[in-house]
């Protein structure tokens, strides 16, 4: 998908429009600049959002995880979110009988 293109000058006529619509729906925008290198503007949920992608596949033994579990999921034997928080409830709930 092409990534919504619009020129500086473009950008400073409606700047505060442009982030607003940026921050809200998510989609970046490329802001082309005479001559320097374009840059893309952002919200900061998808900044966060890439960063955090970049950290958990910043190791080979991260990215190998993060593939067999991509791998199981697509055939099904993914752990849904609900049973890891019943599972983490039973876990607390005897922890407190424990103490």
Do not use: W
């Amino acid at each position: 998908m092409a990534m919504p293109t619009i020129s500086l000058a473009d950008a400073k006529l409606s700047l505060d429009e442009l982030l607003d619509r940026v921050a809200m729906d998510g989609t970046p925008l490329k802001v082309l600049r005479d001559g320097s290198p374009p840059v893309a503007v952002m919200s900061l949920d998808h900044y966060y959002s890439i960063d955090e992608t970049a950290f958990l596949l910043s190791t080979p033994a991260n990215e190998e995880s993060m593939r067999r579990a991509l791998e199981q999921d697509r055939r099904g034997e993914g752990i849904s979110f609900d049973s890891i928080e019943e599972a983490f409830a039973a876990v607390m709930k005897t922890a407190r009988k424990a103490s």
